[in-house]
């Protein structure tokens, strides 16, 4: 096990009275809230009504930013940061999911400070002020409620680029599982899968001695294998959306890194293929961890055999691990079809015209990974596996 320091501020508040607690923990920070969201889904479901007769109850002033789009653009940040500064806000608070989220600390990061924040994306240093921030989650996936980073995209560029740094992660987030009862069965697919990616990064690993970080993952992904197919079928089901909202956080809070070395290549792989082509994230990761799986499991064979055998009972074959192994992955991929999420780039209707490109664009300021360093051409022979 490697040295660590872990420390996660971000206040939890879960369960079917969490709402309650909304304007009490907006109150300690101030008085001025900018709240974001995204299209309609709140104003449907109801939860923008309760919010909002939360903060007008408690006399909290509020100004709006709305239409955030999945794969968030760089332009409505630019327009929430204006409107943060010309507000003078104190506060933010982003309802719903990781676009919302990652959108709402993008403005945190701009309202206090004249720097274009692009350049952070780029790979700039950051340290501005940054305005506090809280969240409502509606959607089980990215895990931004109580990360570090936010994932932002430049359309002028083509590039969707993530940053992060500790000053980011909201100071409470509120889960209701009754919030998720309205997803539409993609967006319950598409999340669960992130979630599942958030712990494959983390496995993944070459570092020895993470016995317990191991079977920490081994038991989440265990634990969305077994309630996925249920609230597929049932999506009011509030006890198996309650395990699947706290594996979301769980997955990405941070501890099921702690002592190993991550790995990451997968992501930043995937977001080549949102920027390019707008997919839904979910859905880039269920077709790149497969390619992926199989271009380097022969660097820890024996990882591998032990996530197919623990996580999918697979036997161990003692003389041919590389059997296991792959049995392991087909699992994988073989589940991901079953709940009904692509595992190829032509299920998207994409062939091989950018590839190349997108290799390159995915290895501009060096290699991406850490199980395997992956370099243009590896990146490009994973994209063609995933064909
Ligand atoms: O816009 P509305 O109308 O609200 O609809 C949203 C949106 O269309 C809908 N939705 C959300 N909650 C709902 C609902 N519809 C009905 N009922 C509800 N309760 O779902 C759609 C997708 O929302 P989005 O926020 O895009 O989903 P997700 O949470 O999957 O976020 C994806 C983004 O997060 C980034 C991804 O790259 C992607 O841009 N990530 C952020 C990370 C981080 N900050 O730590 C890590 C992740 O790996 C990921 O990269």
Same mark, same amino acid.
């Given at each position: 096990?490697?040295?660590? *320091?872990?420390?996660?501020?971000?206040?939890?508040?879960?369960?079917? *009275?969490?709402?309650?607690?909304?304007?009490?923990?907006?109150?300690?920070?101030?008085?001025?809230?900018?709240?974001?969201?995204?299209?309609?889904?709140?104003?449907?479901?109801?939860?923008?009504?309760?919010?909002?007769?939360?903060?007008?109850?408690?006399?909290?002033?509020?100004?709006?930013?709305?239409?955030?789009?999945?794969?968030?653009?760089?332009?409505?940040?630019?327009?929430?940061?204006?409107?943060?500064?010309?507000?003078? &806000?104190?506060?933010?608070?982003?309802?719903?999911?990781?676009?919302?989220?990652?959108?709402?600390?993008?403005?945190?990061?701009?309202?206090?400070?004249?720097?274009?924040?692009?350049?952070?994306?780029?790979? $700039?240093?950051?340290?501005?002020?940054?305005?506090?921030?809280? @969240? &409502?989650?509606?959607?089980?996936?990215?895990?931004?409620?109580?990360?570090?980073?936010?994932?932002?995209?430049?359309?002028?560029?083509?590039?969707?680029?993530?940053?992060?740094? $500790?000053?980011?992660?909201?100071?409470?987030?509120?889960? /209701?599982?009754?919030?998720?009862?309205?997803?539409?069965?993609?967006?319950?697919?598409?999340?669960?899968?992130?979630?599942?990616?958030?712990?494959?990064?983390?496995?993944?690993?070459?570092?020895?001695?993470?016995?317990?970080?191991?079977?920490?993952?081994?038991? !989440?992904?265990?634990?969305?294998?077994?309630?996925?197919?249920?609230? !597929?079928? $049932?999506?009011?089901?509030?006890?198996?959306?309650?395990?699947?909202?706290?594996?979301?956080?769980?997955?990405?809070?941070? !501890?099921?890194?702690?002592?190993?070395?991550?790995?990451?290549?997968?992501?930043?792989?995937?977001?080549? &293929?949102?920027?390019?082509?707008?997919? @839904?994230?979910?859905?880039?990761?269920?077709?790149?961890?497969?390619?992926?799986?199989?271009?380097?499991?022969? @660097?820890?064979?024996?990882?591998?055999?032990?996530?197919?055998?623990?996580?999918?009972?697979? $036997? &161990?074959?003692?003389?041919?691990?590389?059997?296991?192994?792959?049995?392991?992955?087909?699992?994988?991929?073989?589940?991901?079809?079953?709940?009904?999420?692509?595992?190829?780039?032509?299920?998207?209707?994409?062939?091989?015209?950018?590839?190349?490109?997108?290799?390159?664009?995915?290895?501009?300021?060096?290699?991406?990974?850490?199980?395997?360093?992956?370099?243009?051409?590896?990146? /490009?022979?994973?994209?063609?596996?995933?064909?």
């Amino acid at each position: 096990m490697l040295d660590f *320091n872990f420390q996660n501020e971000t206040k939890i508040i879960f369960g079917k *009275n969490s709402f309650d607690d909304l304007s009490k923990e907006i109150s300690k920070w101030g008085r001025k809230v900018l709240l974001v969201y995204g299209g309609n889904s709140i104003k449907k479901n109801g939860i923008y009504d309760k919010v909002v007769a939360q903060l007008d109850k408690n006399q909290l002033i509020f100004e709006e930013i709305s239409g955030v789009k999945p794969n968030p653009r760089l332009d409505l940040v630019l327009e929430g940061i204006d409107k943060a500064r010309k507000s003078d &806000i104190d506060f933010i608070l982003a309802v719903g999911g990781g676009s919302v989220i990652d959108t709402a600390k993008a403005i945190a990061m701009g309202a206090k400070c004249n720097k274009d924040i692009w350049s952070c994306f780029s790979g $700039e240093v950051f340290e501005n002020e940054v305005l506090p921030l809280g @969240t &409502i989650l509606t959607i089980p996936a990215a895990g931004s409620e109580s990360s570090t980073t936010t994932v932002i995209t430049n359309q002028d560029k083509g590039l969707k680029r993530a940053f992060s740094t $500790e000053e980011l992660r909201p100071k409470f987030a509120i889960l /209701n599982p009754e919030t998720t009862f309205t997803l539409p069965q993609k967006q319950t697919i598409a999340g669960a899968i992130d979630i599942m990616a958030h712990v494959f990064e983390r496995y993944f690993t070459n570092t020895e001695n993470v016995d317990l970080t191991d079977r920490l993952c081994e038991g !989440l992904l265990k634990i969305l294998i077994k309630n996925i197919p249920i609230v !597929l079928e $049932e999506p009011e089901n509030y006890h198996a959306r309650a395990e699947i909202m706290w594996a979301g956080t769980l997955a990405h809070n941070g !501890l099921l890194g702690t002592g190993r070395e991550e790995d990451w290549g997968s992501h930043m792989i995937a977001h080549e &293929i949102s920027a390019q082509y707008d997919i @839904t994230h979910g859905f880039t990761l269920s077709i790149i961890f497969p390619a992926w799986m199989k271009y380097v499991y022969k @660097t820890n064979t024996n990882r591998f055999a032990q996530f197919a055998n623990r996580v999918w009972n697979i $036997e &161990i074959d003692l003389d041919n691990l590389d059997r296991t192994a792959m049995e392991g992955i087909f699992e994988t991929e073989k589940f991901f079809k079953q709940i009904g999420a692509p595992t190829r780039l032509r299920d998207l209707n994409i062939h091989d015209e950018h590839l190349e490109n997108m290799s390159h664009k995915c290895t501009m300021n060096g290699s991406v990974g850490n199980f395997i360093k992956l370099h243009q051409g590896d990146v /490009n022979k994973i994209f063609k596996l995933a064909l």
